[in-house]
């Protein structure tokens, strides 16, 4: 099992001092986490103790629907593309509940195979208005980019980027004109 020591130590820093919310997870197994950052921990109300093992189910809960649920399982157990985006509710350590968008991407080693998933979650409960929409994209977008330089410099590779960016802005823009919040 892949661990936080096993990262290229400039992944696993820019990790720890993203203000995005991080958490990779290897690819093996039930997908356990391996590191998340403070952000993380801020969002989800969880220590990386506590987190750490454990596959991201955890911040599921009774309202989390099948239809959430299903496409993250399927990334997770390698179906589909390279990125993908999965809006869900997600429940913190206190119980309180938040619209979790999580984007995922799988990190290649210099072989080819895939070996973590990084996952950033945001918090789209209140973040539907269109400036925090605006200021959520450049964060990710500023995020995935340094990742990416990141991971090119240790052999990791992310792939379609760029399209995924793209899509998520279309999507979020499309949520903030069919919410009135």
Known sequence: MSSKQ???????????????ALAVSTTEGDAPLTAVNGAFCTLTG??????????CR???GPETTEEERQPLH?????KGG???????????????KFRNFVFMSRLYDSAGEARLI???QFDMTSAMQRSEITKNDARLSQ????????GREY?????????????SVATLARMSFTDPR
Do not use: W
């Open 6 to 20: 096993d990262l290229p130590p400039a992944l696993h820093d820019y990790i720890q001092k993203s203000g995005v």
């Open 46 to 55: 969880y220590t990386e103790d506590e987190v750490t093992g454990q596959n």
């Open 58 to 60: 955890f911040l599921q």
């Open 74 to 78: 399927d990334f997770v157990h390698g």
């Open 82 to 96: 390279d990125n993908g985006r999965f809006p869900i509710l997600n429940y913190r350590k206190d119980g309180s």
């Open 118 to 120: 990084l996952a950033s």
């Open 143 to 150: 995020a995935l980019t340094d990742v990416e330089q990141i």
């Open 155 to 167: 052999g990791y590779a992310m792939m379609g980027s760029a399209q995924l960016i793209a899509d």
